[in-house]
């Protein structure tokens, strides 16, 4: 790997955390209005998450192709090429809202999935050239750019969401605008590509590095926070909805999930350096765990808002967690393919959940979803104990 002076890789983190930031943007868009938007197109009902479900399917399917391609051509060129995806996105999801076309909806979303694909290796990015002892913070502070969405994105979307005739549209056209504004802005990464002697380095087959129980369970971490979240997250504006909570009131309750995402990323990479990736993860299924019993005791707006912002903070912990996790298990020569590996499938099983939850929403409500997850939150429990363990017994066997 080709060393990258301090300034040069606090300056990549920033620039990677406002593109995290214009990123979320869209992507907090998606949520706070793509189920409300597919539920009043679709002729199915039980199809108003499947542009959100689209979007993830087309994150999916981005994540070998745009992992290898940054490989060959470096990552500030793969980001500019998903940016200019989110704008394609942004203006077809627009004008599938004008046209008031369930199916064009759908197509802008996928597109604007292709640019997620590209987007999810922002984190990763941060970590390339960073000192070993920063890896964790680098990731932490990319996510943090989350936080400047948090606070505008469904801003954004409720003041945009009538300056065009058709409501909603004003909102993805926005993203048009937000999507130029993150090109523009990626334009001033300075990461290298990875030098001759990383590629030289032997790579071990796939297979052996999935086996590595660190791998193992930084990804069931990763997956349960990512993909438990977007199960619940994703119909939250409709459950919202079914028990007489205003968009407004939905567009608040998303506001602070995401700012419960994202703002524990200014300190979560230091409390991995105090206290370890272990403790932090299961920290992040406590508090998974914890939303589930809020989520189930009631349908008021404190029921909802509390329980979101406990959803946030597992996510936050689980998939920072994970990813720091998942950094220890791969060379340098083998980093691309694992972490393209590790992606497809989290966003594979992120795709299933946001369009699986629309479907057992409508059949079986919003109590009988957070039931759904709690057993997975406890799977989780058990193998961050047994690794633990594990490294306690024998911390040398862990070596990637």
């Not at 004003?170 to 290298?192: E, K, N, T, W």
């Not at 950094?327 to 369009?355: C, H, I, M, W």
Request: net charge positive.
């Amino acid at each position: 790997m080709t060393t990258i002076d301090r300034a040069t890789s606090r300056r990549n983190v920033l620039v990677l955390a406002l593109a995290q930031a214009l990123f979320t943007i869209a992507m907090s868009t998606m949520i706070v209005e793509a189920a409300i938007i597919g539920n009043t197109l679709a002729s199915n009902k039980a199809l108003a998450t499947l542009p959100a479900a689209l979007q993830q399917l087309a994150v999916m399917a981005t994540m070998f192709p745009a992992s290898m391609l940054m490989a060959r051509i470096g990552r500030r060129a793969g980001f500019t090429i998903g940016a200019v995806f989110g704008i394609l996105g942004a203006a077809v999801a627009t004008w599938g809202v004008l046209q008031q076309s369930f199916w064009v909806f759908c197509a802008g979303a996928m597109l604007t999935g292709i640019n997620g694909g590209f987007g999810q290796f922002y984190r990763f990015a941060a970590v390339d050239g960073a000192e070993p002892a920063w890896r964790s913070k680098a990731i932490s502070y990319t996510l943090a750019g989350g936080v400047i969405a948090a606070v505008l994105g469904p801003e954004l979307a409720k003041v945009t969401r009538n300056v065009l005739p058709v409501e909603f549209a004003g909102s993805f056209a926005a993203l048009i605008a937000v999507s130029f504004v993150a090109l523009a802005i990626l334009q001033f990464l300075r990461i290298p590509l990875p030098s001759s002697s990383a590629h030289a380095e032997p790579a071990r087959p796939l297979e052996q590095i999935v086996r590595n129980r660190t791998f193992g369970v930084a990804l069931l971490a990763a997956l349960v926070g990512y993909a438990g979240m977007a199960f619940l997250m994703t119909v939250t504006p409709l459950a919202m909805s079914d028990h007489h909570h205003s968009f407004d009131s939905a567009a608040f309750v998303i506001q602070w999930h995401i700012l419960a995402m994202f703002a524990p990323s200014f300190f979560t990479g230091s409390l991995i350096a105090r206290f370890g990736v272990m403790r932090i993860l299961m920290a992040g299924a406590v508090f998974f765990a914890a939303s589930i019993a809020v989520n189930m005791s009631g349908t008021g707006m404190v029921q909802f808002w509390s329980g979101l912002v406990l959803l946030g903070l597992a996510w936050n912990f689980l998939y920072v967690g994970g990813t720091a996790l998942l950094t220890e298990t791969y060379r340098p020569s083998e980093k691309a393919l694992v972490q393209a590996a590790n992606d497809f499938v989290l966003f594979g099983s992120v795709t299933v959940a946001s369009a699986a939850s629309g479907i057992l929403h409508n059949q079986l409500g919003w109590a009988t979803l957070n039931l759904i997850v709690l057993p997975f939150v406890g799977l989780t429990v058990v193998a961050v104990a047994w690794l633990a363990a594990a490294r306690r017994r024998a911390p040398a066997a862990e070596a990637a």
